[in-house]
């Protein structure tokens, strides 16, 4: 039961306290549903939750023991949640004579909205319609409803698969995905749930309003999302912004994540840079973590609904202790993997070698046989070590070991969390640890238990990344005016896509801080004018690819400008395309950069950079941020670059005018936000780095019609 393409949504606010009354609700009502409804098992437990439940049948005698009520007005006070087993056509009828109530919100299980089409969008258009002359929230339509753990709230069609109460609340626009995320919490030890929300259509209410409510709910401490696609991108960034400050993290598990079918073959930035991309950078701008399936999801959420906040660590350096060598070296492996540093400790080799024989690494530490002896010591030595942020201890008893042994190793490592203040993490080999570690870790807002080592290790990086997210500056950059295309006609490429002509691209970039280099255009039938030295390079102005078309001549001298001229114009007539030329000086460069702007996305403009020519295929590595972007967003993606030692200098070889660089992308972001809605896609391939700076010789601006 799930949306795959977003609709319009109302921009307007529905009354917060709206979704507060229908979130926590003090009264419920369930209309539609009798003894032999499959759904009523799901819901028999709200019975429970403190809150007054009433029901409304037509005919039933008795709905789960209670005597219901044949109509939703024959109930008298204010109604804060009506959860609806209904028809889509019935559930409509029931909203529009909720409008008339005192109703705070309404869950709709029904299908048949706006996801079947024409006849469906009008019934969701009255449902909508009805939602707001009542100022009502709505979870729905075409949705499983939502859970709270805590509160024993089931307005729910998904089966009870009764989660631990905890810390961690997911919103997710596919329901079966709340039954999965469920049942993975309940195969971990020390996992607890907050709230399940299924969004289904967000005819009134959307994802971005479930993550502002969960921002302010004390129960949750940290959030999941599970995203097929944003309806109001800036409402999300908005509220996430808002989670972070308040100390909550965020991870999301975009669903779809395949380019889009139809890419921009004519531009490099449009096929490189596809929706998932821009999800990537859009969440890590915003420091929202992301994963890839529930498991990893729940990996990254687990530990920090487990530590107290107080207690969480920017986790740079991490040491993994194991009872075996196999578990110490493949816990390097994921921990490199993960991006997280086992600093040598060279402090502690020569205690190390002196108390366990044959032993010369020191992080990771394969305790062998002798490290229950030496227990103790060696839990004080590594968890009380100042150059580590957190500990990793990785135990190797069955998940029914009860033995003294086993409690002592487990009661040490709780001691010496408490005494250091500092997070310690305990995980099996595989799969879940003994059980008296589940019974006695994970609460005291110290240590956490991991599931698996690669599980564990997520949940440490997870932490630290959110911890130093929380230390960058995520101010957004103002808003900018918007600006109409530039007036054609324009040129086209072979699939008909329309194109700004080489001359308008460049003067816009020029307006926005982006040098380019010299350049004279030559149209048909006009005579050569060049006021720049050369050798030059002389091609065809107005098509995408020119190179292959064999339109590009190179160290042409002046006195060859009119036969490569000549050349070109014959080359144009041979494939049907303009015949306009532009001449430019030979530029002797060191490096090159791709610069883009991707508008395609759903979440609005994006800024891309990479490394230019033919590297930029090859090592298949764009970076971005959403467009406009601040000179802080600008540095934090030069960052990005760092590893591949070309850009910030390497041996002798001088960086490539990073902060020229910051400059042209916070340019190059003004205009992307300010050309949002007619640029498709803008290229600047290559950036050239010279010894005196940046400068763009060619530029591919594709438009939307």
């Known amino acids: 039961m799930t949306v795959t393409q977003p609709s319009p949504i109302s921009e307007r606010d529905f009354p917060r306290d709206a979704l507060e009354r229908l979130m926590n609700p003090s009264t419920v009502v369930i209309v539609g549903l009798s003894d032999s409804s499959a759904t009523a098992p799901f819901v028999r437990r709200t019975l429970g939750s403190g809150a007054a439940v009433h029901f409304v049948h037509p005919k039933a005698e008795t709905v789960l023991g209670r005597i219901p009520y044949r109509s939703i007005r024959d109930i008298d006070g204010p109604i804060d949640a009506v959860l609806s087993l209904m028809s889509a056509e019935r559930t409509v009828a029931l909203a529009e004579e909720c409008a008339g109530l005192d109703v705070g919100g309404m869950v709709v299980y029904a299908a048949g909205f706006s996801e079947l089409g024409d006849n469906g969008a009008a019934l969701q258009s009255r449902l909508v319609a009805a939602a707001d002359s009542g100022g009502m929230a709505l979870v729905g339509p075409n949705s499983l409803g939502y859970i709270s753990v805590p509160r024993s709230l089931n307005l729910t069609a998904s089966a009870d698969y009764r989660p631990q109460p905890g810390g961690i609340s997911v919103i997710s626009h596919s329901g079966a995905m709340i039954g999965g995320v469920a049942i993975e919490a309940n195969r971990r030890t020390g996992v607890g749930i907050s709230r399940l929300i299924s969004a289904g259509n ?37 509220a996430a912004r808002r989670a972070r400050a308040a100390g909550k993290p965020v991870v999301v598990l975009k669903l779809g994540r395949s380019n889009r079918t139809q890419q921009m073959a004519a531009s490099h930035t449009g096929a490189l840079a596809g929706d998932s991309w821009a999800y990537d950078v859009a969440c890590a701008q915003a420091g929202i973590q992301l994963a890839h399936d529930i498991e990893e999801m729940v990996d990254r959420l687990s530990l920090v609904s487990q530590i107290a906040p107080a207690k969480w660590a920017d986790v740079r350096n991490i040491a993994v202790v194991a009872g075996t060598g196999g578990f110490a070296s493949l816990g390097y492996d994921l921990a490199e993997a993960e991006g997280l540093t086992l600093p040598p400790l060279d402090d502690l080799a020569e205690w190390v070698r002196e108390t366990i024989p044959g032993i010369n690494i020191t992080n990771p530490l394969d305790t062998t046989g002798f490290g229950a002896t030496f227990w103790a010591d060696i839990v004080e030595k590594y968890v009380g070590h100042p150059d580590l942020d957190a500990v990793l201890f990785v135990n190797m008893w069955g998940e029914g070991d009860d033995s003294p042994v086993y409690r002592r190793l487990i009661d040490d490592c709780a001691r010496a969390a408490r005494r250091h203040g500092k997070p310690v993490a305990i995980a099996a080999g595989a799969g879940p640890v003994g059980r008296y570690a589940g019974e006695s870790l994970g609460v005291d807002g110290f240590t956490a238990i991991g599931q698996g080592l690669r599980g564990t290790l997520r949940g440490l990086k997870t932490m630290g990344s959110f911890v130093r997210d929380r230390e960058r500056d995520l101010t957004p950059a103002a808003p900018v005016e918007r600006i109409p295309a530039p007036a054609g006609p324009y040129p086209q490429t072979k699939d008909g896509r329309s194109f700004l002509p080489f001359s308008t691209a460049a003067a816009l970039l020029q307006q926005h801080g982006v040098p380019m280099s010299q350049y004279s255009v030559v149209a048909p039938d006009e005579g050569i004018t060049v006021d720049f030295e050369g050798p030059y390079a002389v091609k065809l102005a107005d098509v995408p690819h020119r190179t292959e078309m064999g339109a590009v001549a190179l160290n042409v001298t002046r006195a060859g400008l009119e036969e490569a001229v000549a050349r070109m114009r014959a080359i144009a007539a041979d494939h049907g395309t303009s015949e306009v030329v532009v001449i430019q000086p030979m530029t002797t460069a060191r490096g090159e950069l791709l610069l883009g702007i991707e508008g395609g996305s759903e979440l609005g403009p994006m800024v891309a950079l990479g490394i230019g020519g033919i590297l930029v295929e090859l090592l298949g590595r764009v ?55 007619w640029i498709d896609s803008f290229d600047i391939n290559p950036l050239l780095v010279t010894d005196t700076g940046l400068v763009a010789v060619d530029a591919l601006c594709l438009i939307r019609s």
Do not use: C, N
Request: no cysteine.
């Open 202 to 238: 967000e005819a009134v209410t959307d994802i971005a309003d479930f993550l502002d409510f969960l921002v302010d709910d004390d129960e949750t401490v940290s959030i999941g999302l599970v995203v097929e696609g944003l309806r109001r991108p800036e409402k999300f960034f908005a």
């Open 623 to 677: 970076g971005g941020r959403p467009a406009p972007l601040t000179r802080a967003d600008a540095h934090s993606l030069i960052e990005e670059f760092r590893d591949l030692k070309l850009m910030h200098g390497y041996r002798a070889a001088q960086p490539w005018h990073l902060e020229q660089l910051a400059d042209l992308l916070v340019g190059l972001g003004r205009l992307a936000a300010a050309g949002r809605d």
